[in-house]
């Protein structure tokens, strides 16, 4: 028996009858008396429930008859039961911990968002059959197709010749030209631009040939890129991302439309898509080596660039804010222009 009795009230099995008594604890054992030490009762600790108990309130515990035991002063805690509550009630107490929680819910929700996800999409990449990949990104084609292409109007011959140095440049850099396919469209929507799909299918637009038509090599450049961000997976990763938040926000705050959205909509999405500063790099130095590797220049890649910033500074004004797109896919020019300059192989 403990040396201290707890003194409180012990309250009859569902009822409000209550008497002054008090607790004595032993290692298993707990028994109330009352003022005359006559026994109210006596159970075992594993038979007792605690309520948690906040800052400021009595820790009350219940029997397994419905009595209940509230001692009198609030600040006591049952011994055996800081293992059980003490960490939630410490989190209670504890403003800085609470204030930590509040940030760090975020970032790691963050984390999971643009770091796991996107990682584990990419592995999995690597189990998924081609076939689905393939569907995959003709399915995002045709989508885009609809929305923002129409045929191209370059001759046939301008086409073929691109083509030919396009299946030049697949040839020696061994990649399979069963997958990397490329498709010329008329597009007022992305203006001179390019871009690829997960399967490797790379889009250029007339608008862009023609941009470049005194500097086939600046074209090369602009082809490897989308071929890098290809080899990176880019699209699966933000694909991936966008699906994983989706699902997570809708989880968070209710909205199982959003979920619906990420099901029907993975086309549409992939025009607003916007690759990060990470991927952008990646796929630039994957242009430079590779330039390199054929025994061209990574000034083509940087004049590449250089053109189409250029470009939209003049045509800045005439146009709205649809011809920043290629720029707003591919941010901070200035920076890629002078890294393609200065590139040095290792
Ligand atoms: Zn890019």
Redesign the pocket.
């Known amino acids: 028996m403990s040396n201290y009795p707890i003194f409180g009230c012990y309250y009859y099995p569902n009822s409000s009858q209550h008497i002054k008594s008090y607790a004595h604890l032993s290692h298993e054992q707990i028994t109330l008396v009352d003022s005359e030490n006559t026994t109210l009762l006596a159970s075992t600790i594993d038979n007792c429930q605690l309520d948690s108990p906040l800052p400021g309130m009595a820790s009350e515990l219940n029997f397994a008859d419905g009595g209940r035991f509230i001692p009198q002063d609030v600040e006591f805690r049952w011994p055996f039961a800081l293992k059980e509550h003490g960490l939630s009630e410490r989190l209670e107490k504890n403003k800085i911990l609470i204030v930590a929680s509040v940030l760090l819910i975020p970032l790691l929700l963050w984390l999971i968002l643009y770091r796991l996800i996107p990682s584990v999409a990419v592995y999995s990449v690597n189990l998924a059959p081609a076939s689905t990949i393939e569907t995959m990104g003709e399915q995002t084609l045709s989508v885009i197709e609809k929305v923002a292409l129409e045929p191209s109007q370059l001759s046939t011959n301008k086409q073929s010749e691109i083509q030919q140095q396009w299946r030049l440049m697949l040839n020696s850099l061994n990649l399979d030209s069963a997958k990397f396919r490329l498709s010329f469209y008329q597009s007022d929507y992305f203006s001179a631009n390019a871009f690829a799909l997960p399967n490797g299918r790379v889009v250029v637009t007339d608008e862009l040939v023609d941009l470049l038509k005194n500097d086939p090599d600046a074209l090369r450049a602009i082809l490897l890129?989308?071929i890098g961000?290809v080899q990176h997976h880019h699209s699966i990763r933000l694909a991936a991302q966008a699906a994983a938040s989706t699902v997570v926000f809708a989880v968070i705050f209710g909205d199982l439309e959003g979920i619906l959205e990420v099901v029907l909509g993975s086309g549409s999405s992939f025009l607003q898509q916007a690759?990060s500063r990470d991927?952008?790099q990646e796929?630039d130095v994957y242009a430079i080596k590779n330039l390199l590797k054929l025994g061209y220049s990574n000034h083509d890649f940087a004049d590449a660039i250089e053109a189409l910033e250029n470009n939209l500074q003049a045509q800045e004004g005439s146009y709205d804010d649809t011809w920043l797109k290629y720029l707003s896919?591919?941010p901070s020019s200035q920076e890629r222009i002078e890294y393609a300059r200065q590139y040095k192989p290792q």
Request: negative net charge.
């Open positions: 890129h989308e961000h690759f991927m952008e796929a896919t591919h």
